[in-house]
């Protein structure tokens, strides 16, 4: 038994929790999971009341309690359980008096009013009798009129009774009029469309309101106490009424995060109720959120992150009531978890020297960014070839209106469908390689197509699968009309460019989710229960972002489904925690001359004979044109040719075997069933194919050869004698993928290629961002401006809310001014909110480049309250910015962090990044799948405000997979390649122990780089599901306030 229960038992016994609700609802499992945690700390002894005494005993009689679990459903005298708690005076969980109001809308409706929680547009229509006559209410074909006020329709109907569930949406003549009526889940509905009724009811009072189109989604929120909230989306019944289950048949809900102004409505309205165990409905519409139901008691169902924190969060409520004087730390390991055992992935991330576990007493963590790179991914690949076939010229035609000069993008899985059809008439039917007299060039062609075909085939659908195909007209020529009138150009000749590969692999999964783990475990120090205490306690203020990539999209959500130890698929965390900012984080456009540059500068010093860095002395080895090429590299070209000939050799008799196979089944064979992981990244390894001999995830020997045979081809022109070392990373890339996934075809040769490829591509890819120092600072700034500029904002944005908080803190009398004045500025938000109505219905909801909070200017007050936190820094508020991006952000960004000072507008100043971290970096030269950059920031209060000491910023690092286990197969390294999936290295420290960056300096430097806060255009109308969220202009002003510099102070800052 725990300390705190032995302390208890001298005291006379353990705190009695007296749980008096009908047996249905005791015995649910939710209900039993929450008390049987509460059991396992040992501080309390549970009394289940029973339907018998609760209904037949008087309350005398009724077992004496120290803290009540009391709560309304059908059946329960409730007057009796108030008697009891007069009688006892227990510690309510949930008020018993002001249950009442939930049985009746309108008084649940006037409540959320008086509190300033904001609910939808309605009005109310009384009746005494049933058809009674009402002159204040109109119906007319397509509107209701209530006391003058007009609902056009669609518009939403509901009855008085909290109990009715009975819902009636009616819909206007123009959509086909008709009503839908909406009740509790029966089966598989939970809703039904009527067409032939167009008539509101008239048998009972009614409530009328404006229908808000929520995107197909509801939203619950469910709270445990003022201070906790957790929320699930479902399918909303409005669609069709169809409910969505899984396989247990359980209906398909998946967690959402609550913005700051939806976990003050939270909390209002656990206060304004009165019941600390509360579930509600949020309606999110256009930028905004309404309450529009109240349910009481309410538990989330088959969530056990959510069981533990309930058992937590109300065993801290009855120690408050009935034993203050009791330690509420939550042990570090629950007791109900002690004997679980450690999750299998575990480990996967490597501690690292980077986070410093220990600082100041007086120091909190206020901000946590970290850009990152997406996880292991499948080769990405292209086939170009130039066509000339009258049916894809037609097929072009088809897809770009008839225009003979216009290029086609091919992405539906219509538009595919079309191009396989005509691409299996096209392909010869002898197989490549066998004609004796065919030119070489016609081989060729027909291999690509073949190739186009196979692709195409992969999966057996197109549905989500990353392809996409482009048809660029080259040559025209003119042609007679078909109605003979005149002549008419048609094309005769296109490029056609197949895209494909580059998925989320099942390791790629694996690695991002566990390094959400790791950060949720030490990231966030001296939070007891770490990062999830925090989110649900309402003091984190979590966003994602990621580039359009569908890899790096994935990945953000594995990662956000371990940092936040979210359950089920990735495809919903995806839909509503991840926001798309291709602006930001996809793209090399802004630096691809400087880019060419540097890529014609290393193939110069490759091919020089004699020894290559010859540019004169240099202080550091870091510091000279083409630092990290190998000055062999001109020998080591010739040596990787050869072994990618070896391999593409090898691969090609796999090939031709597979093709053999496929011949003697018809051309048109039943394709393979559709596996919807291989788009969105496998879960886990196909053990069957592996065990089979063919190669890991869905590619096929046929596609695997025109890997090679294309890096083969691509890398070593013999007609010219010359090498393309633009394919070296690529020659790399599919050799560390078959070294780690298709390492039981025993390749010959591969370990071999691997070593050398690494080498050269060790030189060759942080070269490709720039020569030198110079260099990789002018790209990296280009590359990564917009990033750059939107950290300093998260920065600023952290640091203008820390000092509201010391505000705060420092003055009771500002304090309590605040907290009166706050339900003014929400009646007058929601005053202005209907002035606002058609500007709110054109802005609809987006979350691009800035944080566009609604109203994020006025979101200090809707924090938590901190007399209501009971926490050891009630004031905390954790900001967290994840960005998830590619390979050339993280090199871009890493660049101008350690050669920012090389500036001339900086010219003197040290580099942010230590001497230490910079040899160290000069030598990492591979930022491999999952690397980071993380900046925490920390607030010392024990220093003024107005110190630049206040605010400290750490930079750590991490270069991503840990190529040993290819390198070593022992033991560990076995194990893990045997699972296909490299471990993650830890952090890196940036800066020495003990040294000081301040936000100042930090600023000071990064700012010549990064894009201004008045530059950051306004949000656009969101491409498919972007966030929730839509932006203030009140904010972007702001920004530009808060921007501490003149503009035109560098005139260097572009570069």
């Not at 990662?559 to 984080?585: C, H, N, R, W, Y």
């Amino acid at each position: 038994m725990m300390e705190g229960g032995e302390a208890l038992e001298v005291a006379g016994g353990k705190i009695k929790i007296g749980v008096c609700v009908m047996e249905k609802k005791a015995c649910s499992a939710p209900m039993k999971q929450i008390l049987d945690r509460l059991q396992a700390f040992g501080e309390f002894e549970i009394i289940c009341f029973g339907d018998q005494v609760i209904l037949e005993e008087p309350v005398e009689n009724w077992p004496i309690c120290d803290c009540l679990i009391a709560f309304y459903s059908s059946g329960y005298p409730i007057q009796k359980a108030e008697e009891y708690a007069a009688l006892r005076t227990p510690f309510l969980v949930n008020e018993l008096e002001q249950q009442h109001l939930l049985h009746d809308r309108r008084k649940v409706y006037e409540r959320l009013e008086m509190f300033g929680i904001p609910i939808p547009n309605y009005a109310l229509v009384n009746r005494e009798a049933p058809y009674q006559h009402v002159d204040y209410f109109i119906e007319q074909e397509d509107y209701v009129e209530v006391h003058g006020k007009r609902f056009w329709k669609p518009f939403v109907e509901k009855p008085i009774d909290g109990d009715d569930h009975s819902i009636m949406i009616y819909y206007p003549s123009s959509a086909g009029g008709g009503m839908k009526e909406l009740f509790r889940k029966i089966g598989n509905r939970s809703s039904e469309f009527h067409p032939e009724v167009r008539r509101v009811r008239r048998e009972g009072s009614y409530i009328y309101e404006e229908f808000m189109p929520t995107g197909g989604t509801d939203v619950k929120v469910y709270t445990v106490g003022p201070e906790y909230a957790h929320a699930e989306a479902r399918k909303s019944p409005v669609v069709d009424g169809v409910v969505m289950r899984n396989t247990d048949g359980k209906e398909v809900r998946y967690p959402v995060l609550l913005t700051p102004t939806e976990k003050q409505m939270a909390r209002d309205v656990c206060i304004a109720f009165r019941q600390a165990v509360c579930g509600f409905d949020l309606l999110r519409c256009e930028g905004r959120s309404y309450v529009c139901d109240v349910n009481g008691w309410s538990f989330v169902k088959n969530s056990h992150k959510y069981y533990d924190d309930a058992a937590c969060v109300l065993r801290k409520m009855f120690l408050e009531a009935k034993a203050p004087h009791l330690s509420l730390t939550i042990p570090p390991i629950l007791p109900w978890k002690v004997n679980e055992p450690v999750q299998p992935s575990e480990g996967l991330t490597r501690q690292g020297s980077g986070i410093i576990g220990t600082f100041g007493q007086s120091e909190e963590l206020q901000c946590v960014i970290a850009i990152i790179r997406h996880g292991d991914r499948t080769p990405k690949q292209k086939v170009k070839l130039k066509v000339t076939e009258e049916k894809l010229l037609n097929l072009m035609l088809k897809y770009n209106g008839g225009r003979p000069r216009a290029e086609t993008k091919l992405k539906s899985a219509v538009q595919l469908q079309d191009l396989l059809d005509a691409t299996r008439i096209l392909i010869p039917r002898t197989r490549s390689g066998r004609e004796s007299d065919s030119d070489a060039e016609d081989i060729e062609h027909a291999e690509k197509l073949r190739q186009v075909k196979a692709v195409l085939e992969e999966g057996g659908r197109f549905s989500g699968i990353y392809r996409k195909v482009q048809l660029k007209p080259l040559k025209w020529a003119k042609v007679p009309r078909h109605n003979g009138d005149g002549e008419e150009e048609r094309p005769i000749e296109a490029l056609m460019v197949l895209k494909y590969g580059g998925v989320l692999t099942h390791a790629g999964r694996k690695q991002a989710e566990e390094l959400g783990r790791y950060f949720r475990n030490n990231m966030y120090p001296g939070e007891g229960t770490g990062l999830l205490r925090l989110h649900s306690t309402y003091r984190h203020d979590l966003k994602i972002y990621s580039s359009d990539e569908g890899r790096v999209q994935m990945s953000a959500a594995a990662f956000a489904k371990g940092l936040l130890d979210l359950e089920g698929q990735l495809t919903p965390i995806l839909v509503s925690l991840v926001s798309k900012d291709s602006s930001m984080l996809d793209g090399l456009e802004d630096a691809s001359i400087e880019m060419e540059e540097a890529k014609a500068r290393i193939h110069d010093i490759i091919s020089e004979t004699k020894s290559m860095h010859h540019n004169g002395h240099a202080e550091f080895p870091w510091m000279i044109d083409g630092a990290g090429l190998p000055p062999d590299a001109n020998k080591l070209l010739p040596r990787m040719a050869r072994l990618t000939k070896t391999i593409t050799e090898q691969v090609k008799l796999l090939a031709e075997d597979e093709d053999e196979k496929l011949a003697m089944t018809s051309s048109y064979a039943v394709l393979p069933p559709y596996d919807q992981a291989r788009a969105l990244g496998k879960t886990n390894i196909d053990m069957a194919r592996i065990a089979a001999g063919l190669p890991c995830g869905s590619e096929s020997f046929l596609l695997m050869f025109a890997r090679w045979k294309k890096l083969e081809r691509d890398l070593y022109n013999e007609r010219k004698d010359r090498f393309d070392i633009t394919q070296i990373p690529d020659v790399y890339d599919s050799c560390k993928y078959d070294l780690l996934h298709n390492s039981h075809l025993n390749l010959e040769g591969l370990d071999e290629l691997f070593k050398v490829a690494q080498v050269l591509a060790d030189g060759v890819i942080p070269n490709e961002y720039g020569i030198n120092p110079n260099q990789k600072l002018k790209i990296g700034s280009k590359i990564a401006r917009r990033l750059l500029g939107k950290i300093l904002i998260d920065l600023r944005n952290t640091r203008e809310e820390a000092i509201s908080v010391a505000e705060l803190k420092s003055s009771p009398d500002q304090r309590s001014s605040q907290t009166k004045i706050r339900k003014e500025d929400i009646d007058n938000q929601s005053r202005t909110q209907t002035k606002n109505e058609d500007t709110r219905r054109c802005s609809f909801t987006s979350e691009k480049s800035l944080d566009q909070e609604d109203d994020e200017d006025k979101e200090i007050k809707y924090r938590l309250d901190p007399k209501y936190a009971n926490v050891k820094t009630p004031e905390r508020h954790v900001r967290t910015r994840l960005y998830f991006t590619s390979e050339s952000h993280i090199h871009s960004l890493m660049n101008v962090l350690r050669y920012c000072n090389l500036d001339e507008s900086l010219q003197g100043e040290e580099s942010l990044i230590c001497h230490n971290a910079l040899e160290r970096l000069s030598r990492t030269r591979e930022l491999d799948y999952m690397s980071y950059i993380v900046l925490r920031m920390f607030e010392n209060t024990e220093v003024s405000v107005e110190d630049p000491k206040r605010y400290r910023i750490e930079m750590t690092f991490s270069r991503g997979a840990d190529l040993s286990p290819l390198e070593n197969n022992e033991g560990e390294a076995a194990s893990l390649h045997q699972e296909h999936t490299l471990p993650i290295m830890g952090p890196e420290r940036l800066q020495e122990a003990g040294s000081y960056l301040t936000l100042e300096k930090m600023e000071m430097m990064i700012r010549p780089f990064a894009m201004p806060a008045e530059d950051f255009p306004p949000p656009a109308t969101p491409q498919g599901f972007s966030g929730y969220f839509s932006k203030s202009a009140g904010m972007l002003e702001r920004l530009v306030n808060l921007w501490p510099f003149n503009k035109h102070a560098s005139g260097n800052r572009n570069t």
